[in-house]
């Protein structure tokens, strides 16, 4: 499976990279992509361009892809997985919660598995479309329309959520047996990129340039 990530340049995001990079590195998984996306000064619309982007590195490759947000910090080997990935379209955590009280973000879009199958690449079409117009002031809008798609795409993939120790943060009963751990960066930068206002003693703007020297790889 081809592991993949995503930032923007000039945002404090950025700052995650080497982080992400090293704790993947630190177990072996040592081909990866990240990629730079447009920068809207909006940070929900800048979420609602990763099933663009998502759904553009599926169709170019011959095998599934693995997303894990750049603020995800791996902890031990993704055994679970390699090994379910072999037998199902579409892997990421459901919120059990959510679905029972019918919010709409039932599906965590932090950790996420597409196989390399019609399913899930329907299913990655319909999100990325309904993405590319969505109303980025509706909280959660991608989660959100993640479900939608889910519920609308057929054949309907064949699904499994991730264990929790899969996409977890440090409040979670799983954190003690994490694999995936959420450093919720969000929390921190959400203001921020919304007014464009780099944080005090952050990295701060960087260029393309320097954004590709880190490992990125630009998404057009």
């Known amino acids: 499976m081809q592991i993949i990530t995503a930032t923007t340049p000039n945002l404090p995001y950025t700052d995650e990279i080497p982080f992400w990079k090293e704790s993947l590195e ?3 998984y ?7 996306l447009p920068d809207h000064g909006n940070w929900m619309k800048n979420c609602l361009e990763k099933s663009q982007y998502m759904w553009h590195i599926h169709q170019k490759s011959d095998e599934g892809i693995l997303w894990l947000d750049i603020d995800c910090r791996l902890l031990g080997p993704m055994s679970w997985i390699e090994e379910e990935s072999e037998w199902y379209d579409f892997l990421c955590l459901e919120r059990k919660e959510c679905r029972l009280h019918k919010r709409g973000w039932w599906l965590n879009a932090g950790v996420m598995y597409f196989g ?3 399913a899930a690449a329907a299913l990655l079409e319909n999100w990325a479309a309904r993405c590319k117009d969505a109303d980025p002031d509706h909280w959660m809008a991608e989660q959100s329309l993640l479900a939608d798609a889910y519920y609308a795409t057929n054949p309907k993939p064949k699904f499994r959520s991730l264990p929790l120790s899969y996409n977890c943060d440090w409040d979670d009963p799983a954190a003690e047996e994490a694999v995936i751990i959420q450093e919720k960066a969000s929390r921190k930068y959400k ?6 206002i780099p944080e005090s003693g952050e990295m701060g703007p960087i260029t393309v340039e320097e954004a590709r020297e ?3 790889r630009e998404f057009t």
């Not at 040592?30 to 730079?36: N, V």
């Not at 203001?191 to 464009?196: N, P, Q």
Request: glycine share 22%.
């Open 30 to 36: 040592t081909s990866y992509q990240i990629g730079i």
């Open 26 to 28: 630190k177990f072996g």
């Open 191 to 196: 203001g921020i990129v919304d007014s464009g």
């Open 116 to 118: 390399k199958t019609l």
């Open 214 to 216: 880190m490992g990125t």
